[in-house]
């Protein structure tokens, strides 16, 4: 059975750090890039960022960029996104997500995705 598990989200203050968590199971991870996408009350899901399957290619959202941080391990079949500098903004649950895809244009794409997380959510008060 494919799994991702993301975890990590919390209740934050203007400024303060998160890191999320996304543990894989039940496919090949080295076969896939994974992605981070959120979704805010009342609006559409959004990229966050990407990492590619092998060589560790990343992608940011511009919103993100400078601030977040993602990163994997394939020995633990895991991404981590490491939020930094967080703003009210940032609000939203987030996804993580696998995708065997390679492009900077199909890992943007949330179509191009497989897996799917439960999300996680993150709220950073002002």
């Known amino acids: 059975e494919v799994q991702l598990q993301a975890s990590g989200g919390g209740l934050v203050q203007t400024g303060d750090s998160l890191r999320l968590s996304c543990a894989a199971s039940g496919f090949t991870f080295d076969d896939y890039a994974i992605g981070w996408f959120r979704q805010a009350p009342g609006k559409e899901r959004e990229g966050v960022s990407c990492i590619s399957r092998r060589d560790g290619r990343t992608y940011y959202a511009r919103s993100v960029k400078g601030r977040f941080t993602i990163s994997r391990d394939n020995a633990k079949n895991a991404v981590y996104l490491q939020m930094n500098s967080l703003k009210p903004e940032d609000t939203a649950v987030y996804y993580c997500?696998?995708?065997?895809?390679?492009?900077?244009?199909?890992?943007?794409?949330?179509?191009?995705?497989?897996?799917w997380g439960q999300g996680t959510l993150v709220t950073v008060s002002s």
């Open positions: 997500a696998a995708s065997p895809y390679y492009t900077y244009s199909d890992l943007t794409s949330a179509i191009r995705y497989d897996y």
